[in-house]
């Protein structure tokens, strides 16, 4: 018995060892953003980074890292000259800036320092880390980074007097400032009281700036003077104006920019923006650009769109006035409820799921077009009243089902069929199902449709007949595709004239039953193997407790990430495993040793 023992406690190990070297690692392939670092306006390369001496004895040393799962920092090693290339999309790189040892200033001699990554600023004086983003650039794009140096910026002064503020803007949007101080709440109507100088000889800085998406600065006037507008203005200016104890100022919105591109942006967390709100990211379903066309509906490619359909975000540079094709697929049991984008019409194409959409000339961020539908029964039958239907969740991706009841027309002969069928059973009712997915077309009034006669696992249907079905025992006889027959065992409830059986495939069905017979209590035989399918729930508050579990579970689905490596769970349970079978091996040596 101890041999035995001991040779199974080997087999175990064995197939342990075995299991953990079939563990594989999945490989995903990505997209590359390879970037070329090129830094200039003459530093220095020395000891793997790079040196600027910004003037005064004063320099900064900048060098690239990447950070890791855990959260720590890894220092890449600079080459001794330009031109290093990497992938954004390799490792989650940073340029870290530090001054040197010895050209630290204190007090009033503080002198802070500014990054250019291209012509985009960075503060690096209090931020030591700055994140290359792999959706702000291009693959094969090079970024040309510099250093600058700045001062503090000087005490604001104390102002003495309250001025009224009113602003109108003819978007949807914009904020407004008085000497830095915001005035009001962001709109189109903005009223507020800030402070600055009423009279005298200093004036007041202003600025305007429009909400995103809500276009460019096109004219300006305050007090019914009107502000130069600088060529190159997007939506912010800043300027100066004369003290008065109040200012009127009237914004209009710029109207010839049609060629000037226009951005698209979808998120489906806030790993790329952390500013967002909830409500401001795109849940329950995936975007995809599938083409961008021009006014004369040439197709103009994809270069300008970058796009991660694994993790659900992308942006997109536009100009206005194109035509944009978009695959916009919601998870199951929901359905796109949204057909005006910045108020600009989505147009449903032939093929599922597609729209086309023409951009505005302003930017757009996509998100809650996405709403949650529940899977319905539509009958048109004089027999059923109303209805319920359950799927399983693999059974389809996306959207949500449609069961269709109505009244079967049947021959005289296909009714004798049924009534061979049913034997010694008694048909009621004759019934026609059929099961559609639908995907909205914005609206549940018009929607794409794919027809679902079978289906790989068993759909639970509840029907509410109008009137009752006579007999004890109940059954459903179903024609399959094929032409054959097959009884269905069902529930009956006689208290609230509801049916429950389960199916794989919709066509006609007939609802039979027949009085119970002299063989205590036992259940008629049928002639199918399906009899014991159908267990009626113990209560209905157990049955709603578990629908109401189904239904949790379809909302908290969520997509899971492609890994790097394979799932480790199983692997660490084979590890357990082995060294509870290694742990009885040497416990059974011990005990031989002993005795």
């Not at 070329?36 to 793997?48: A, E, G, M």
């Not at 792999?134 to 007097?161: A, H, N, V």
């Not at 500013?275 to 509906?297: C, F, R, Y």
């Amino acid at each position: 018995m101890k041999k035995m023992r001991i040779s199974i406690c080997l087999c175990l190990c064995l197939a342990m060892i075995l299991s953990i070297l079939s563990v594989h690692t999945e490989a995903y392939a990505y997209d590359k953003t390879e970037v070329t670092l090129n830094f200039i306006d003459n530093p220095t390369f020395q000891d793997n980074e790079v040196i600027y001496n910004v003037g005064d004895g004063i320099y900064y040393k900048i060098g690239l890292c990447y950070r890791t799962d855990e959260g720590t920092y890894t220092k890449v090693d600079l080459p001794a000259s330009n031109d290093l290339k990497i992938d954004l999309n390799a490792e989650n790189y940073f340029l870290y800036v530090r001054p040197g040892a010895d050209s630290i200033e204190s007090g009033s001699g503080y002198t802070g320092a500014m990054l250019y990554v291209g012509e985009e600023p960075m503060d690096v004086s209090r931020n030591q880390y700055v994140v290359l983003d792999s959706l702000k650039y291009w693959d094969g794009e090079t970024l040309k980074i510099r250093l600058e140096k700045y001062g503090p910026p000087t005490p604001g002064p104390t102002y003495p007097d309250k001025i009224s503020i009113h602003g109108t803007f003819d978007g949807f949007g914009m904020n407004i400032r008085l000497n830095t101080e915001r005035i009001g709440n962001e709109g189109s109507n903005i009223t507020g009281v800030g402070k600055g100088y009423a009279s005298g000889d200093i004036n007041n800085l202003l600025q305007i700036q429009l909400a995103f998406g809500a276009g460019e600065i096109g004219t300006i006037t305050v007090n019914g003077q009107s502000i130069a507008i600088p060529e190159g203005t997007k939506d912010t200016l800043a300027f100066s104006v004369a003290p008065a104890s109040s200012y009127d100022i009237v914004v209009t919105m710029r109207k010839d920019q049609t060629e000037v591109p226009r951005t698209i942006i979808w998120e489906s967390e806030k790993e790329h923006n952390t500013s967002l709100k909830d409500d401001e990211l795109l849940k329950h379903g995936t975007i995809e650009i599938l083409d961008v066309q021009d006014a004369d509906g040439n197709s103009v490619g994809l270069d300008n769109v970058k796009q991660d359909m694994v993790k659900n975000y992308g942006w997109a540079s536009i100009l206005p006035g194109s035509k944009v094709i978009f695959r916009m697929t919601p998870d199951y049991g929901y359905q796109l409820t949204a057909l005006l984008i910045n108020d600009e019409k989505l147009t449903a194409r032939e093929e599922q799921s597609t729209l086309e959409y023409i951009m505005p000339d302003t930017n757009v961020h996509i998100c809650g077009i996405f709403e949650e539908v529940e899977d319905k029964v539509v009958t048109a039958s004089t027999e059923v009243k109303t209805g319920e239907i359950q799927i399983d969740d693999s059974e389809i991706a996306s959207g949500s089902v449609v069961l269709s009841v109505k009244d079967a027309e049947l021959t005289e002969a296909q009714k004798a069929e049924f009534a061979k069928a049913a034997t010694d059973y008694q048909i009621a009712s004759y019934l026609n199902l059929d099961l559609d997915q639908v995907l909205y077309k914005g609206t549940a009034d018009e929607v794409w449709n794919n027809s679902l006669n079978t289906l790989k696992n068993s759909a639970t249907v509840k029907l509410q007949l109008a009137q009752g079905v006579d007999g004890k025992k109940i059954v459903i006889v179903h024609e399959k595709h094929d032409g054959t027959y097959e009884i269905l065992p069902a529930i009956y409830d006689s208290a609230t004239q509801t049916i429950t059986f389960e199916t794989t495939s919709f066509s006609n069905y007939a609802i039979a039953g027949k009085a119970e017979s002299g063989n205590n209590g036992e259940k008629p035989s049928s002639g199918s193997d399906n009899d014991d399918k159908v267990k009626k729930p113990e209560n209905t508050k157990d049955q709603n407790k578990a629908n109401t579990a189904s239904k949790d579970q379809k909302k908290n689905k969520s997509k899971t990430s492609a890994a790097k490596t394979g799932d480790y769970g199983s692997a660490e349970l084979y590890v357990m495993m082995l060294l509870f079978g290694v742990a009885l091996v040497g416990g059974s040596g011990v005990m031989k040793k002993r005795r």
